[in-house]
């Protein structure tokens, strides 16, 4: 290997060892902080003959719903993903499609539902799912969300972005709509569809209000609401907090360094075809 | 600083909630740490003193809190922690009837309101009540606010202090002095401590059942304030008395503070409690005591005069604005001299400074040069039982609320918890005895809200827009302290242009 690639090797993982502390300094603080036991006011580094372990014990004791709220939160992510995945570019595709009368008036409709502040129709929505009785079920949590603007206008947006040439031609070979859209749009589109999807799970995954509200057991909490009994008031312990925090992290990052060489593959797979 | 304060806490609104919010605020105190100076193995952290295990009971003494010994304190064998047991709720029996309790107090102290759940569970076996944790007490009433519009209310609930007004007029509550009346037990009233009674009787009824409460209290390191040639035990404080401590207090290396004399931050609470001392309102008429409040006037001399006295610590060098940051760390690590803090905080901070070594002492809120003395409101949160449910389910609350506030469950209750009993008759319970042992500094605590018989002023504001008020007189605060408003008038005037509108929306809305 020539001289100067090794230095360049050895620049880059210098600068990718410095980012990656950058990237775990969060998760070492949350440790550090944990292991110290109760104290309002926690050292750098714990102290490392006197570390206390059985905090993550403890949060567990406390909350025996713990892995409940974990599953309900992936549960209720992973549903809303998907829904928002099928609706969004059923839509799009129609109001991307030529022959439907109207549907500039449509899009604009979809686009309006952005401006409305999620504030102004929670109230609403309560009322609603309240009134189906759906307080305390992954329906409560999921329906809502299940259609998003923001959504069908990404898509729309990219979709017309693929030259029409290719509905032609798909069609003139027997293609029907539902068969371009599915064998040719949407695997062309993988890099929108992956910013959808990656925008609206974490979305949901970090949903609190809404949970908060339409959750009155607490076996069906999600995780963002449930770590919350952990907050010390009158004084700031951090360390059961710290300790939840890791716990409900720990699911996430395990799929994410799993599913990291998909997720990447298929954004790239897209982009360079597209 | 001024200006690092503010962008750490507009940051922090920002992240929003836990994870992000605790590591950041969890970062400053870490961050600050190593810096912390003086070490003092020698002195441990307010040991009780000798002097304290006779007179324990309902009435102690000025004389108890300022004798406590410095040089003969003995480091306690057990250290006195907060209870941090982690408790896991009873399971429900069967044939019981199963009672909503929705609960806003969460941590370590939320352990001690399962615990509190779980004792009734056992007492008995006809009720069960199932407590549901709401996030915060924030959330609890938004909650709260929700269910009225058409969800289900629990069918008791914790609030804090600052949404009884709202709760009275949800008009689903049934008003715990009419049940105790209805029960025979008038006695009860008259036990109650004069000041958590008064804070929850509006309009001359008691609508919901005093649980947790407790007062401000201004928090000094006693060894410093010895080095210092200051009265480490002297419990009233003038704000000239309290800037020329903190010159005295403050240790600089060039510009940056080793000790700063005193770390703050913007509450509106502080606030509400300096109209208490000095018997002003802050609303009129009578603080929406005997009738509903029309308008804030919390822009008075008062007012005017907190914010000026803090901004003069920080002019002069010897005052710190934390911000949305923490003095309790900085306290606790010998970085700050004094605080302002809950009496209810003084469990963490006292085992936490056990570890640092820094002697904790406590003062009442500082007053104005000759002002007469007044007494601090008390805060913290009561017990509602609302008209939902089935009768049973109602009777059910209505007997954990009674089981709540026995003398001895409140006597149990402020030894773990550090918030006051609201019965004066808890001060027998051999629990409150040997937590008084342990922390004598709560004496004068117990002495501060008895200083001064109740009033309008010292019952505290009570309005249908208590929160929001408090975010624009701490908006108000920020803004002075931090130079963008002219003078303490000018932002105080802004923040009651603010609050009397939101009042008079709030106002027109309940009664239509």
């Known amino acids: ?274 | 600083m001024n200006k690092k304060s503010i962008s750490r806490r507009s940051l922090l609104k920002g992240i929003g909630f836990a994870a992000g919010a605790a590591t950041l605020a969890a970062c400053g105190g870490a961050a600050a740490t190593p810096v912390a100076p003086t070490k003092a193995p020698e002195s441990a952290a307010a040991a009780p003193s000798a002097t304290t295990g006779a007179a324990a009971a309902a009435e102690p003494t000025a004389t108890t809190a300022a004798a406590a010994p410095a040089a003969t304190t003995v480091p306690p064998t057990a250290p006195p922690a907060p209870t941090i047991t982690p408790v896991p709720l009873v399971e429900q029996p069967s044939g019981s009837t199963k009672i909503a309790f929705w609960y806003g107090l969460g941590g370590n102290l939320g352990n001690v309101v399962r615990q509190t759940a779980n004792k009734f569970n056992q007492s008995q076996s006809k009720y069960y009540i199932e407590p549901v944790f709401q996030a915060s007490y924030d959330d609890t009433i938004n909650k709260i606010n929700t269910a009225l519009a058409g969800g289900e209310l629990p069918n008791v609930v914790q609030i804090f202090d600052a949404g009884t007004q709202r709760m009275i007029d949800s008009k689903r509550i049934r008003p715990v002095q009419d049940l105790l009346a209805a029960d025979g037990m008038s006695s009860f009233m008259d036990d109650l401590e004069p000041a958590v009674r008064s804070y929850y009787t509006v309009g001359g009824v008691m609508y919901s059942m005093p649980f947790n409460s407790s007062t401000a209290m201004t928090y000094i390191n006693k060894k410093m304030f010895r080095e210092a040639g200051l009265d480490a035990d002297k419990t009233i404080w003038t704000y000239t008395e309290l800037l020329d401590a903190a010159k005295k207090l403050t240790k600089k290396d060039g510009d940056a503070f080793k000790v700063a004399g005193l770390a703050f931050n913007p509450s509106g609470w502080f606030m509400e409690q300096q109209h208490a001392v000095h018997e002003q309102l802050m609303a009129e008429p009578d603080n929406g005591r005997k009738e509903r409040a029309q308008k804030y006037v919390f822009n008075g001399e008062t007012g005017v005069k907190w914010l000026e006295f803090l901004k003069q610590m920080i002019a002069d060098g010897s005052g710190v604005n934390y911000g949305s940051g923490n003095p309790q760390a900085a306290f606790v690590t010998g970085q700050a001299a004094i605080h302002f803090d809950s009496i209810a905080s003084l469990r963490g901070i006292s085992s936490s400074a056990e570890k640092t070594g820094v002697e904790v002492g406590v003062a009442y809120m500082p007053r104005r040069d000759g002002a007469k003395v007044g007494r601090t409101i008390i805060g913290g949160a009561s017990l509602w039982l609302t008209d939902a449910g089935t009768k049973e389910q109602q009777d059910g609350g209505w007997a954990f609320l009674k089981y709540a506030t026995q003398t001895d469950t409140q006597g149990w209750w402020s030894a773990n918890t550090g918030y006051y009993p609201v019965r004066q008759s808890s001060y027998e319970t051999a629990d409150m005895k040997q937590a008084l042992d342990k922390y004598p500094q709560f004496r004068v605590a117990i002495e501060q809200i008895r200083s001064a018989p109740e009033s309008v002023f010292n019952s505290g504001v009570i309005s249908g827009t208590f929160v929001p008020m408090r975010q624009e007189v701490q908006k108000a605060m920020d803004a002075f302290w931090s130079g963008k408003a002219a003078s303490a008038k000018a932002a105080l005037d802004e923040a009651i242009a603010k609050t009397n509108e939101q009042l008079e929306e709030y106002n027109s809305t309940v009664s239509a």
């Open chain 1, 1 to 274: 290997m020539p001289r100067h690639v090794k230095r360049q090797n050895a620049l880059l993982y210098v600068l990718l060892v410095l980012m990656s502390l950058a990237v775990l300094f969060p998760l070492f603080l949350s440790l550090s902080v944990a292991l110290q036991g109760p104290t309002v006011a926690p050292q750098f580094f714990p102290d490392f003959a006197n570390l206390d372990v059985n905090v993550f014990r403890d949060v567990f004791v406390t909350e025996p719903n713990l892995p409940a709220w974990i599953v309900n939160s992936f549960i209720a992510a992973t549903v809303i993903t998907i829904g928002v995945l099928i609706t969004s570019s059923l839509a799009a595709f129609a109001l991307a499609m030529p022959g439907f009368g109207a549907k500039k008036l449509l899009f604009f409709v979809c686009l309006g539902t952005l401006m409305i502040p999620f504030e102004a129709t929670i109230i609403p929505n309560y009322l609603f799912i309240s009134s189906l009785g759906w307080r305390d079920s992954y329906q409560g949590l999921i329906v809502p969300f299940l259609a998003s603007g923001f959504g069908i206008f990404l898509l729309r947006q990219y979709f017309l972005t693929i030259p029409r040439e290719l509905f032609e031609a798909a069609s003139m070979d027997g293609c029907t709509r539902i068969g371009y859209l599915w064998r040719i749009l949407l695997p062309l589109s993988l890099p929108a569809l992956a910013t959808l999807a990656i925008y609206t799970f974490l979305g949901a995954y970090n949903a609190y209000y809404w949970p908060l509200l339409v959750t009155d057991n607490t076996a069906w909490r999600t995780t963002q609401v449930g770590i919350t009994v952990f907050r010390n008031i009158e004084y700031q312990f951090f360390n059961t907090q710290m300790a939840a925090n890791l716990i409900v992290m720990l699911p996430t990052l395990a799929l994410l360094i799993l599913g990291q060489r998909q997720l990447v593959q298929g954004l790239t797979a897209g982009a360079l075809k597209g």
